[in-house]
């Protein structure tokens, strides 16, 4: 394949780039979009972002707007007790569906956590009623900001517009959806505080199934992912923009898998069909494998860590 030489990744800035065409799977919308491969970094990005991007989000239910689920003052008190024995024991037996990330981060109480992409702010609703108080939503495809309670609001706008700053600011499936990641990184940058923490969950290229499958991959998921970085590119651009980077994670699941097998059979993403393509032990060995895969540092997806200097 052709190397693009008016281009440069926007990672490490290299300008030796492999062009590469891959297709909407997804939901079968059709059409082709031509990403790039930086030869030094391997990370990925998408070369032209179509007008009409909004419409391939319109139907998947990418960002999740359903209703707010709450809870009962019982069941408040009850992941109150939970969060503060998972903080005194670290004991897996308290922990939350979020709790690997979160026994990491360890934020207090009262920190001021922004939740940047938030949908509709189920997952900082779930810290507000583990006891967390001061809790601020961002993202600019809700319909309107809400105010949820006085210990959480939701922004229909960008972090960037936000006069705040935080002490931790998190993004789960968020950053490969965004065209810059110089420019989504130095905005968290500026608005975290001297000491502050920035949490990155993402696909990465780092995968065993990338190199394997190619444009099937599932987490390609063209042309909704902007950029997918390796970790090396992730790594030197968070460096240039003065974050520490100060570990990283893997936490790929039997997605990637039975994912980008449906591809390969032809299908659009269909999970009811996974149970009829694989037995239950077939999924178990999945999900051994993916555990396997972190491990090895050849998931699909990563959390990155990371600290501004005080």
């Not at 979160?102 to 922004?114: D, E, M, V, W």
């Not at 189920?122 to 900001?145: C, I, R, V, W």
């Not at 394997?212 to 390609?220: F, G, M």
């Not at 570990?247 to 069909?273: H, I, K, M």
Request: aromatic share 14%.
């Amino acid at each position: 394949m052709p190397s693009d030489l008016y281009k440069t990744c926007k990672f490490c800035g290299g300008s030796s780039l492999i062009s590469f065409e891959a297709s909407e799977r997804m939901l079968g919308m059709g059409g082709t979009f031509d990403y790039s491969e930086c030869r030094d970094c391997k990370s990925v990005q998408l070369d032209q972002i179509p007008q009409n991007l909004a419409d391939y989000y319109s139907r998947s239910g990418y960002y999740s707007f359903l209703p707010l689920v709450q809870s009962g003052f019982a069941r408040r008190v009850f992941k109150q007790i939970r969060m503060n024995l998972l903080f005194a024991t670290n004991a897996k037996a308290f922990e939350p569906s979020f709790g690997y990330w979160l026994k990491k981060l360890a934020p207090g109480f009262h920190s001021k956590i922004a939740d940047v992409g938030c949908g509709n702010g189920q997952l900082l609703y779930e810290l507000y009623a583990s006891g967390y108080t001061d809790l601020h939503g961002f993202d600019p495809f809700m319909e309107k900001d809400q105010v949820i309670n006085a210990n959480l609001h939701l922004r229909k706008q960008r972090i960037e517009e936000s006069e705040s700053t935080f002490d931790l600011i998190m993004m789960h499936h968020a950053f490969e959806h965004m065209e810059s990641p110089m420019e989504t990184l130095q905005a968290c940058f500026d608005k975290l505080n001297p000491g502050g923490k920035l949490l990155i969950r993402t696909p990465v290229t780092d995968a065993e199934i990338w190199k394997e499958k190619r444009e099937l991959w599932v987490q390609l998921d063209a042309p909704r992912h902007l950029v997918i970085p390796s970790v090396v590119g992730f790594e030197r651009l968070s460096k240039a923009i003065g974050f520490d980077l100060y570990e990283v994670l893997f936490d790929s699941s039997a997605f990637q898998f039975w994912g980008t097998a449906l591809y390969e059979q032809g299908f659009t993403l269909r999970p009811n069909l996974v149970d009829e393509l694989y037995s239950k032990e077939e999924l178990v060995s999945l999900d051994e494998k993916a555990l396997l895969y972190n491990k090895e540092g050849i998931g699909d997806q990563v959390c990155f860590f990371l600290t501004k200097p005080i």
